[in-house]
């Protein structure tokens, strides 16, 4: 089965422990356990891993390129300030879907911008932690078309 990366970045470890009001109540333990049950029905093998370090993010991105076919990316704030993350991104050639469960786009303007976005085949904004699960269905898409 292709494997899926499911990479998040600084602070989503918080994921319905602080801030429900704008993320929700789902932890990143249920979303991990939602793609996992979705990926068997869409033929995927999911990987969910955070990092609060960059550097950490774009090791995994690099591992990647031997290891998985897709990627799904929540950079958290790393998606406004991170070149490093998009270069790591460039190198890696299989369909990335970039996730946000916020709008970023209802928030302050320096959300509105992502370097990722420059690189992701898609784009999930605003679909709350449902986003990941919709990244996967693309991904599943683009992965057996
Ligand atoms: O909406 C998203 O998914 C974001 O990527 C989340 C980032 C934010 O910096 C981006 O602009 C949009 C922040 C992640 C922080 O996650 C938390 C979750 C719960 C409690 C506190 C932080």
Same mark, same amino acid.
């Given at each position: 089965?292709? /494997?899926? =990366?499911? /990479?998040n ?9 602080r801030q429900p009001?704008i993320?929700?109540r !789902?932890t =990143? *333990? %249920? #979303?991990?356990? %939602?793609?996992?049950a979705l990926?068997?029905d =869409?033929?995927l093998?999911?990987?969910l891993l955070q990092?609060?370090? !960059?550097g950490?993010? #774009? %090791?995994?991105i690099?591992?990647a390129?031997e290891? *998985?076919q897709?990627? #799904?990316?929540n950079?958290? *704030? ?5 070149v490093?993350? /998009?270069d790591?991104?460039h190198?890696f !050639?299989?369909?990335?879907i970039e996730?946000?469960?916020s709008?970023?786009?209802?928030r !302050?303007s320096f ?10 085949d898609?784009?999930i ?7 990941y699960?919709?990244a /996967?269905?693309?991904?599943?898409t683009?992965?057996?078309a």
């Amino acid at each position: 089965m292709p /494997l899926v =990366l499911i /990479l998040n970045g600084p602070n989503l470890n918080l994921l319905g422990k602080r801030q429900p009001e704008i993320y929700g109540r !789902e932890t =990143l *333990a %249920d #979303v991990e356990r %939602d793609c996992a049950a979705l990926g068997q029905d =869409l033929g995927l093998q999911t990987r969910l891993l955070q990092s609060n370090h !960059e550097g950490q993010i #774009v %090791d995994w991105i690099h591992e990647a390129r031997e290891t *998985a076919q897709g990627i #799904v990316i929540n950079p958290g *704030a790393l998606t406004h300030t991170s070149v490093a993350i /998009l270069d790591a991104l460039h190198a890696f !050639e299989g369909p990335v879907i970039e996730v946000h469960i916020s709008n970023v786009h209802k928030r !302050e303007s320096f959300r509105h911008h992502s370097y990722v976005s420059l690189r992701a085949d898609g784009i999930i904004v605003g679909c709350g932690t449902q986003g990941y699960q919709l990244a /996967l269905r693309r991904l599943a898409t683009l992965l057996t078309a």
